[in-house]
């Protein structure tokens, strides 16, 4: 039986990929900050829960013991937890700043470097490490969510050729839009009242993002976590979701600077 250990599955993206992939015959290692509050998962065949909180080292050491004790085996770690700061670069505090790190790349690092020599001592294993196509492009106020997942890309694209050596891939979730807790509980928003100057800009782009579309189901990107998982390719990325896939093609054809210019236009302008 083939095993996957996903962090944050407590919603969204990991609770769904860890259903679908229990689901389909997989051992499911759900981790998640507070397991103790999870109702659904730990009563479905497949799935054990353990607490992990990727910027908590030692329940990051905890939980991959446990788990690799348990399991005698992983074939694929997810590394899907994170939120998203956004706002004036300006308006957000150096902790703000920190922690939006310390979560999205710090975090994915610290469970990537824990399930490392199990990976190099079995010569097997895959890293799907969820980015964005925003790890892809940018909008306007998000620099700091943006600076994280553009991390989380070149992060990912370099540690693959080492690891690639070693008989381990690794390989990037981008999605565009999903219908999750992303854009509620795990948005943070940065603002100053002493910072009057972007207001204007951020009630445009709240417009703006409020006009597009919800995106897509957590449970079509779990469909697609599984496919990218199980389709034996040797391929670095995957963008999943209609938008993700517009969004990239238009970047593509358009160029940097006139995709830049039709953004600005979009939500600025
Ligand atoms: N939804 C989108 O539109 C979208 C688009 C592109 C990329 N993504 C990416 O997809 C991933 C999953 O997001 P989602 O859309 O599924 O949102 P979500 O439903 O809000 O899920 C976020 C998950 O991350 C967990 N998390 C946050 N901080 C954590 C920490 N310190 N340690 C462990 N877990 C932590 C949350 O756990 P708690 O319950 O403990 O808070 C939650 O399980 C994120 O990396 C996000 O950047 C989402």
Redesign the pocket.
């Known amino acids: 039986m083939k095993s996957i250990v996903i962090?944050?599955?407590?919603?969204?993206?990991?609770?769904?990929t860890a259903k679908y992939f229990a689901e389909k015959g997989w051992k499911v290692a759900a981790?998640?900050?507070?397991p103790e509050?999870e109702t659904e998962l730990g009563n479905l065949d497949n799935i054990s829960l353990y607490q992990?909180?990727?910027?908590?080292q030692a329940s990051i050491d905890a939980a991959a013991s446990q788990i690799i004790s348990d399991f005698g085996s992983v074939d694929v770690v997810l590394?899907?937890?994170?939120?998203?700061l956004i706002g004036p670069f300006e308006a957000a505090t150096d902790e703000q700043i920190r922690y939006q790190f310390?979560?999205?790349v710090f975090?994915l690092m610290a469970v990537t470097k824990a399930f490392l020599p199990h990976f190099r001592a079995n010569k097997a294993g895959m890293f799907l490490n969820?980015?964005?196509?925003?790890g892809l492009i940018t909008f306007p106020l998000i620099s700091l969510?943006h600076s994280t997942?553009w991390a989380v890309e070149g992060f990912s694209e370099s540690l693959a050729y080492e690891l690639g050596e070693l008989g381990i891939q690794v390989k990037l979730?981008?999605?565009?839009?999903?219908?999750?807790?992303?854009?509620?509980?795990?948005m943070v928003l940065a603002m100053d009242e002493n910072l009057p100057d972007y207001n204007e800009m951020v009630a445009k782009m709240q417009a703006a993002m409020g006009s597009t579309g919800g995106?897509s189901t957590?449970e079509f990107?779990a469909e697609g976590i599984y496919a990218a998982t199980t389709d034996g390719k040797k391929q670095m990325r995957y963008i999943i979701g209609p938008d993700?896939e517009q969004t990239w093609a238009m970047r593509q054809q358009a160029g940097d600077d006139q995709f830049i210019a039709g953004m600005r236009q979009r939500m600025l302008g």
């Open positions: 962090t944050g599955s407590s919603s969204g993206i990991g609770k769904a981790t998640m900050r507070k509050k992990l909180d990727v910027t908590d590394n899907n937890a994170g939120y998203g310390d979560v999205n975090g969820v980015s964005s196509i925003g969510y997942k979730i981008e999605p565009g839009g999903v219908a999750t807790d992303f854009g509620g509980r795990s995106g957590a990107l993700a």
